[in-house]
């Protein structure tokens, strides 16, 4: 168990729909990563939090956006759902405790689009 | 920009054989390197990394890397293989960004693991 917490698991949808992903990362983590893992395009960064702030972007569409709350917690929001956004998300923490550089991955949201 | 580059889809072995699945690199300065293991429907967990000191560096579930500055590699390794640890492994390299230590993970594109009993 990393720590990491995503919900839902498992998230089916219909073509422009809206959905929203969460996570908690883990205890004391100030970062918040997100990715994209498809069949095709491997595993993408989409974007980073640190402490509330956004930090670096990716390639995120336009209708994805994404934001960390003061309690650490992040939500990614996808937009104007296509099926080519069908794929595994996932959210990812680091801090400054250890600091020793790794990322501790949840178990991913897996979003099906129709 | 930084990159790493995994060239094989995909690597067969037969249990109790060594295996090896290859990564190199490109960074602008020095590279902080990992390796991290994806079972099938779960998340990515982390094997091990190259920060700085020793080239070889010991891992989790008995997997060991060597890091090779002159041929900008970061093999993974491991002496004996199981079948359990069959998966998907992606190589990746930090993006260095800003001040501190919270720079993106950059991934390979994976490499599947297949142990044949």
């Known amino acids: 168990d990393s720590g990491v917490t995503q919900t839902p698991k498992h998230l089916i949808t219909a073509t422009g729909q809206r959905v929203t992903l969460r996570c908690s990362p883990r205890?004391?983590?100030?970062?918040v990563y997100w990715y994209q893992q498809s069949l095709d395009q491997g595993l993408q960064f989409l974007i980073q939090?640190?402490?509330?702030?956004?930090?670096a972007k990716g390639n995120i569409l336009e209708r994805f956006s994404a934001q960390q709350f003061p309690d650490l917690h992040s939500e990614l929001n996808l937009s104007s759902l296509e099926l080519g956004d069908s794929a595994l998300y996932f959210c990812?923490?680091?801090?400054?405790?250890?600091?020793?550089?790794?990322?501790?991955f949840g178990e991913g949201s897996r979003l099906t689009v129709l | 920009a930084q990159s790493v580059a995994q060239p094989e889809d995909q690597v067969n072995v037969a249990e109790g054989n060594p295996l090896t699945m290859k990564c190199t690199y490109s960074?602008?300065?020095?590279?902080?390197l990992f390796w991290y293991v994806q079972y099938p429907n779960r998340g990515l967990q982390f094997l091990l990394k190259?920060?700085?000191?020793?080239?070889l560096v010991k891992g989790s579930y008995g997997f060991e890397a060597e890091f090779n500055k002159s041929q900008t590699s970061f093999h993974l390794k491991k002496p004996s293989a199981l079948v359990s640890d069959s998966a998907l492994y992606f190589c990746a390299v930090r993006d260095l960004i800003g001040s501190g230590n919270t720079g993106k993970l950059i991934f390979g594109q994976g490499t599947t693991l297949q142990v044949k009993p």
């Open positions: 990812a923490s680091s801090g400054v405790r250890g600091n020793t550089g790794e990322l501790f």
């Open positions: 190259y920060i700085t000191g020793d080239n």
């Open positions: 939090y640190y402490n509330g702030e956004e930090r």
């Open positions: 205890s004391g983590d100030l970062s």
């Open positions: 960074v602008s300065g020095n590279p902080y």
